[in-house]
């Protein structure tokens, strides 16, 4: 039986704007099982983005608790949590937010380095990402050699580096068009199932939404099927 390796159990998001009270999420629960792909679909200002934040640890929850591999999250510290997204959870954003004056190769190892992994393993890792990504003949290249595409395609290797087990994109074709949105698709559902990732995506598109393993709607702060 899949492990269950997010879930988010009751979850509010309220903030405070212009003297008001805004009810972003009202109590949310979900989970991703390992290996499971699932999509986020809703409005633009709806709460996606907060919902993604809250999931990955980049913002905390109002009320509720997330559960990542079996650790409640909840009360941990700042520097607990940094550890968490270091070492359990991969983002991918719909700007890929790549190191400029670094290669393709070198976007992919720092991260590795970063979590004390040597240069030579996080060498061999970068390489065999890169070319399961069919960048085989690019990995020398910079940012600004690569195609739209291909930098795309560095950020979700860089997001896959570290083996986490969690998997978070954010609209992750959103600035590619539809032959090379879906290549990289194609790359990064082949991928969590061979890697056992949990993996959750935020997006617009209903087509790429009803590929996945499931697939729910955020609306007025509440889940539905």
């Keep these: 039986m899949k492990k269950v390796i997010l879930e988010l159990k009751d979850i509010y998001k309220n903030y405070r704007q212009a003297g008001k009270e805004l009810h972003i999420l009202k109590g949310i629960?979900?989970?991703?099982?390992?290996?499971?792909?699932a999509a986020m679909l809703g409005q633009s200002g709806v709460g996606k983005s907060t919902f993604l934040h809250i999931a990955g640890l980049l913002e905390n929850a109002t009320k509720g608790d997330i559960i990542i591999d079996g650790q409640s999250c909840a009360e941990l510290s700042d520097i607990e949590r940094t550890k968490i997204r270091r070492d359990k959870i991969g983002f991918v954003y719909q700007f890929h937010h790549l190191l400029p004056e670094f290669t393709a190769l070198e976007n992919v190892s720092i991260p590795q380095m970063s979590a004390g992994i040597s240069q030579r393993k996080a060498n061999k890792?970068?390489?065999?990402?890169?070319?399961?990504?069919?960048?085989e003949e690019r990995m020398t290249h910079k940012p600004s050699q690569l195609s739209g595409g291909?930098?795309?395609?560095?950020?979700?290797?860089?997001?896959?580096?570290?083996?986490?087990?969690?998997?978070?994109?954010d609209e992750p074709t959103g600035n590619l068009d539809e032959?090379?949105?879906?290549?990289?698709?194609?790359?990064?559902?082949?991928i969590s199932k061979e890697e056992n990732i949990a993996a959750l995506f935020v997006t617009h598109n209903q087509s790429l939404a009803d590929r996945m393993d499931q697939c729910f709607y955020l609306r007025n702060g509440k889940i539905e099927i």
């Design 179 to 190: 032959e090379t949105g879906a290549a990289v698709l194609d790359v990064l559902f082949k």
């Design 29 to 37: 629960c979900f989970s991703v099982k390992e290996g499971e792909v």
């Design 125 to 135: 890792r970068s390489v065999e990402l890169l070319e399961k990504m069919g960048l």
């Design 150 to 169: 291909e930098q795309q395609r560095v950020a979700i290797a860089r997001s896959l580096a570290n083996h986490p087990r969690i998997l978070l994109a």
